[in-house]
């Protein structure tokens, strides 16, 4: 197999033009959701900052060194966000953008809609760098993502000259030189990351010449009116030898300035045309340790491809017009300037006092350094418009007025929100405390960077929402108790960083079985009271306290792998029957309209830590496929599945339950069955007698089994199912039978610790029972009293259909008084009496002195194996 291994990485996100947009798929050597997973940072492409080696279709292997977060980019991927509210795309994109849903189609990052102010709107913060590199800002601060342009050292503002601008691309060049000499670049190339809609076009490997031939043309897509709106990606390499050049004009684009080269990847191909432009290429700096962004795609030829540069030079310059420094102590709303970000550095804070009402239009708050706090000075006044807060570690901001527009939070600081009454929050980075209840009406967290942090008992109920990325909730040692919570995904995560032990109830929907997809950690006890559905955790938990459920069903479960869909009307009758044609048919469980299903063999694995153990009252716990559970299982009056035919869930909203505006949340659950099987259950359980288990498939191992009997008879088996149980140690007690309807092997430890003086067997194995070699067989003789034992009867302390003994050890030292005990394996049954007398086997060496001299030679070991017949079979 080819192993195609790369260093560095440039990510591309996607454009959308008034033209239709196209990319040519290779579907021979990938599948077409490869290309959508890839862009959207789904299935096998979290991203992450350690190789990735992805299988190929075709049975090769392409390994990625990194997979970068498309948080940055927007929906329609032909703008990228670079923090705050500035956003970088090509200028000739705007010349066709007039339309009045400019806004409404390209304005979606994650779950929120944000408005550019473009030229075609009221206010334009459009502003041309380069050749075709536009920066313009957005109503709002972005909190899906964000990545900085490349830093290349004494770099001048591109444009001015072509002098200016020839000795720039010499500093590029050396600046891709080091990243390469740095380890992050494959060979002389560094690789290039592409995503886009629009129309497509499918083409496979030629077989026995060089090229590609034609699946589905991008002009019969076209001919159909076929846009496609999902997103889908590709990789592009930049070779260090010829990384950047100087053009006086490009296409249509008469402006002169530096270009990025590239061409398509074969290994991951996705060849671009006209119509996506304004992405954006973003590369791993192994020098500088993280992702920036060298350029926006501006032409295409054939498979050649050119990015206008984006540089911090020219966006510093841009961004100073947007920035108003406040200095001073004690300073009021009338020294903030509307329409910039009011920016404030103190080392020991200050306070900012609002006088009126607060309008900043598009302009925020930014705190580099110190502690400040926003708070009213005459009457009570409000926050009417806001970019949004950017607090940078460290600092920190008090907010103690009302916000009557959303609040954006970004920046890896502090808001401690000390009010109520304040419209959504969006949480995108940093630390949101909330010090009162009732403080947003909606609170949306994305992106994974944020964590929102509980001050009072105050219930979050249906009022909190996980987009892409996800985040977390600290409780901070307050209770809470959800329905369900809206995740995208286990990055949705729900924490208790305090020492005081908190409580997460999960009630499930009411009526509807209900899948968790958020995990849980830290200082909590999870809590479910059943509803009479089934709540499935799949997301994973790991815990300091317990899970308890009560009269409830739950399943634990791994996750199936959730994936990028396709538009459905992109694949017509039409389009599949050529695919088929080509012989390129996806796999039965590859239904694109869908997120996953349960027969893909792609599963996430889930692991499930109770340190206090999983407590089960009159309820019924499945483990399912891909679920690890280490915890100690008690189960009063419980049923316990844990191998066999069980029944699985999956959502076909996975990965989109909050959807729509980030503040909505969506499920629908749908239940089949799958085998599970070679179950190995590591952590003891203690069940009462009126308790189940279910095994099925091949071999159910488990560590410790211990069945404690009550004083009514079971009415149904201990073990059940078809499947083969193997026990290290086992412990049974009561008087009443247990019977176990799986072929059953002990392998270590076999302990009755009660039993009556009927001649009833305390265990009933209706199959085979196997006593593993050198398994010790012990007898509780404590309890064996309270039985009222006597001398003179036989007691069967085990039945089975067959008895297959190893070479178990019965433990017959123990006395009781001068009663000495006697086992026997005979018609499939283990029985046990009470000798007066000593045992011969238990000193054979009483009677063996009086004649080993008279024979020594002929029969010297004819003596000690007079009388084995004593010992057990």
């Known amino acids: 197999m080819k192993n195609n291994k790369f260093g560095i990485s440039i990510a591309l996100a996607s454009i959308l033009c008034a033209c239709a947009n196209a990319q040519v798929m290779d579907i021979g050597t990938n599948y077409y959701r490869d290309y959508l997973d890839f862009a959207q940072n789904k299935g096998v492409f979290a991203p992450q900052d350690a190789p990735l080696e992805f299988a190929q279709r075709n049975g090769d292997k392409f390994t990625f060194d990194k997979i970068p ?70 109503t709002k601060y972005i909190v899906e993502g964000q990545i900085d342009p490349i830093d290349v050292p004494n770099l001048d503002i591109s444009g001015d000259s072509r002098a200016t601008d020839e000795a720039n691309i010499d500093k590029i060049q050396n600046y891709l030189n080091d990243i390469k000499n740095s380890g992050g670049a494959r060979g002389d190339n560094v690789l290039a ?178 502690n400040f706090t926003l708070l009213n000075g005459i009457g009570s006044n409000k926050i009417t418009r806001l970019a949004g807060f950017d607090v940078a570690g460290g600092a920190s901001l008090s907010l103690n007025v009302v916000a009557d527009t959303s609040v954006h939070k970004v920046g890896k600081g502090s808001l401690i929100v000390n009010s109520s009454g304040n419209k959504a929050l969006r949480l995108g980075d940093g630390v949101v405390e909330l010090k009162t209840a009732n403080a947003f009406e909606n609170i949306y967290v994305t992106s994974g960077r944020g964590l929102l942090k509980l001050g009072v008992d105050d219930s979050l109920k249906d009022k909190i929402f996980f987009g892409n990325g996800g985040g977390k909730l600290d409780l901070n040692g307050f209770d809470q108790i959800f329905s369900n919570v809206s995740a995208n995904s286990n990055a949705a995560k729900i924490t208790n960083l305090s020492a005081q032990k908190a409580t997460l109830k999960i009630n499930g929907e009411s009526g509807k079985d209900t899948i968790f997809h958020a995990s849980v950690d830290k200082n909590i006890d999870v809590k479910h009271d059943g509803q009479g559905r089934e709540l ?82 009159s309820s019924e716990l499945t483990i399912g496929k891909e679920a690890n559970v280490n915890g100690e299982i008690k189960a009063a009056n419980s049923v316990i599945n844990l191998s066999g035919d069980l029944a699985h869930y999956t959502d076909k909203f996975d990965g989109s339950n909050t959807y729509d505006d980030g503040l909505k949340y969506r499920q629908n659950v749908e239940k089949g069955n799958l085998l599970v099987k070679d179950v190995s259950f590591k952590n003891k359980i203690v069940m009462d007698s009126d308790s189940m288990l279910r095994v099925g498939g091949t071999t159910t191992k488990l560590r410790e089994l211990v069945v404690n009997g009550k004083n009514t008879a079971p009415t149904r088996s201990i073990a059940a199912g078809s499947g083969k149980l193997e026990i290290e140690d086992l412990e049974v007690s009561g008087s009443n039978k247990l019977t176990f309807d799986p072929d059953t092997t002990v392998t270590k ?118 009388k084995p017949e004593t010992k057990p079979e």
């Open 749 to 866: 430890n076999l302990n009755i610790k009660d039993f009556g003086n009927t001649n009833e067997p305390i265990l009933d194995f209706k199959k085979v029972l196997t006593l593993g070699a050198g398994m010790k067989f012990n007898i509780d003789f404590t309890a064996a009293l309270e039985g009222q034992m006597t001398a003179d009867k036989t007691y069967t302390l085990v039945s089975a259909t067959n008895i297959v003994n190893e070479g178990a050890i019965f433990n017959t030292e123990q006395k009781i008084g001068d009663l000495f005990t006697t086992y026997t394996i005979k018609d499939n049954k283990v029985l046990m009496s009470l000798n007066k007398t000593e045992k011969p086997e238990t000193k054979p060496e009483t009677k063996p002195e009086t004649k080993p001299e008279t024979k020594p030679e002929t029969k010297p070991e004819t003596k000690p194996e007079t």
């Open 536 to 617: 499935v955790f799949d997301g994973g938990f790991d815990i300091d306290g317990s899970l308890t459920l009560n009269n409830a069903n739950v399943t634990l479960q791994g996750h199936p792998t959730a994936h990028a869909t396709a538009d459905a009307s992109v694949l017509t009758q039409a389009v599949k029957d050529k695919i088929t044609a080509a012989g390129l048919s996806e796999p039965s469980y590859m239904d694109l309209t869908r997120p996953s299903a349960l027969s893909q063999p792609d599963w996430d694995k889930r692991e499930f830590n109770a340190k206090e153990g999983i407590n089960l009252n």
């Open 69 to 138: 977060n498309s948080g940055a980019r927007n929906n329609k991927g032909n703008f990228t966000s670079l923090g705050r509210n500035f956003v970088v795309t090509a200028n000739h994109t705007l010349d066709a953008a007039a339309a009045s849903n400019f806004n409404e189609n390209r304005g979606w990052f994650g779950n929120t809609k944000y408005e550019y102010l473009t030229s075609h709107m009221a206010t334009s913060t459009e502003k041309l760098y380069n050749s075709d590199t536009t920066y313009m800002r957005t």
């Open 193 to 370: 990351y592409q995503a886009g809609t629009g129309a497509l076009g499918l083409e496979k490997p030629k077989i026995d010449t060089d090229g590609y031939s034609d699946v589905v043309s991008a002009r019969e897509f076209e001919d159909q009116n076929i846009v496609n709106q999902a997103l889908g990606g590709s990789v592009n390499e930049i070779s260090t030898h010829y990384s950047a050049n100087y053009k006086t004009h490009i296409s249509s684009i008469n402006r002169p300035g530096i270009y990025m080269f590239m061409t398509s990847d074969r290994g991951f191909r996705n060849r671009l045309l006209p119509g996506d432009s304004g992405s954006g290429f973003f590369v791993y700096d192994t020098v500088a340790q993280k992702w920036v962004l060298v350029g926006v795609l501006s032409a295409v030829a054939d498979n050649s491809n050119h990015a206008s540069i984006v540089t911090m030079r020219d966006f510093s310059d841009y961004r100073r017009n947007y920035e108003n420094l406040v200095s001073g102590l004690n300073v009021s709303n009338a020294q903030l300037v509307r329409n910039k970000d009011n920016i404030f550095n103190a080392a020991n804070g200050s306070s900012i006092t609002l006088n009126s009402n607060l309008d900043l239009g598009h302009g925020g708050i930014v705190v580099n350094s110190g």
